[in-house]
């Protein structure tokens, strides 16, 4: 089985890693009603408001998506994390796509 595919077929082992975890499983929504409000299902998480006067709504809508996208930022690490072992330079350069490609989808995740 070559290194890529090793790598590809890590992302089963790592959801079951990250169900074995203390926290909520994902995912994680902010709800769309209450934008600073992240939940899992009818469980509350977390509340980003930090006013009652609006003045901050932007930033406690963008706290809550980065929130929401914990789990799959931490789904990512564990990825990038478990596919770093010795290899040649050739799938060197294949995993830091892969790893920039697993990056990217968590970031977009985050932030918008």
């Not at 070559?2 to 203390?22: D, F, I, L, P």
């Not at 709800?31 to 998480?45: D, Y």
Request: glycine share 4%.
């Amino acid at each position: 089985m070559s290194q890529q595919t090793r790598w590809k077929e890590g992302k089963k082992n790592v959801k079951n890693k990250s169900m074995n975890t203390k926290h909520t499983p994902a995912p994680w929504t902010v709800n769309p009603k209450a934008k600073t409000n992240i939940r899992h299902g009818n469980l509350t998480i977390a509340n980003c408001s930090s006013t009652h006067d609006g003045s901050r709504e932007e930033e406690e809508i963008a706290n809550a998506k980065l929130i929401a996208a914990a789990p799959e930022l931490l789904e990512a690490l564990e990825k990038i994390a478990d596919g770093t072992e010795p290899c040649t330079e050739r799938e060197a350069f294949i995993f830091i796509d892969i790893a920039k490609s697993i990056a990217r989808e968590a970031i977009k995740k985050a932030t918008e």
